[in-house]
C-alpha cells in the first residue's frame, strides 16, 4: 500500500469504521428480520465505511490547528504536514457525495435522510460547537 493511502486509513481510524460495522449490521439484520439481501448487506458496510471516513477527515480539518497546540495530537497527519487541510477537506466531500450515491441505491428514505445524517456527523466535531 502506498504510503498516502496508509495516511488516509490513520487519519480517518479505519479501526474505529470496522468495530462499528457489527452495530450497523446487527441493525440491518433485524430490520430484515433474518439476514439482509446481499446487495443490501454491501450497500450498509458501504454506508458506514464513506459516513465516518467523511466525519472523521472533517473533524481532522476542522481542528487542525488545535491539534497542533496539543502533544498527544500534534502527530496527527495534518499538524505533522503529511496531509493537507486542503486533502482533507476534499475526502470530506468524496466521502459525502459517496455516502448520499449509497444511500440513494439503499432506497428513498435513506437517501432523502442522507443529508440530515451528515449534518449530524460533520457538525458533531467540536471544533464546530466554539
Request: charged fraction near 15%; hydrophobic fraction near 60%; charge should be positive.
Amino acid at each position: 500500500m502506498s504510503s498516502a493511502f496508509n495516511e488516509i486509513l490513520r487519519m480517518i481510524k479505519i479501526e474505529h469504521s470496522i468495530f462499528a460495522m457489527p452495530f450497523a449490521l446487527a441493525a440491518a439484520f433485524l430490520a430484515a428480520g433474518g439476514l439482509p439481501d446481499l446487495r443490501v448487506f454491501v450497500l450498509i458496510i458501504l454506508a458506514v465505511v464513506f459516513a465516518r471516513s467523511a466525519a472523521m477527515a472533517f473533524n481532522r480539518f476542522v481542528d487542525a490547528e488545535i491539534d497542533l497546540k496539543n502533544p498527544r495530537t500534534a502527530e496527527r497527519s495534518i499538524p505533522a504536514g503529511r496531509l493537507t487541510r486542503r486533502y482533507a477537506l476534499g475526502f470530506t466531500v468524496i466521502s459525502s457525495l459517496l455516502f448520499v450515491a449509497v444511500t440513494v441505491l439503499l432506497n428513498w428514505l435513506t437517501a432523502a435522510l442522507s443529508p440530515f445524517m451528515l449534518l449530524i456527523l460533520l457538525g458533531s466535531s467540536p471544533a464546530c460547537h466554539q
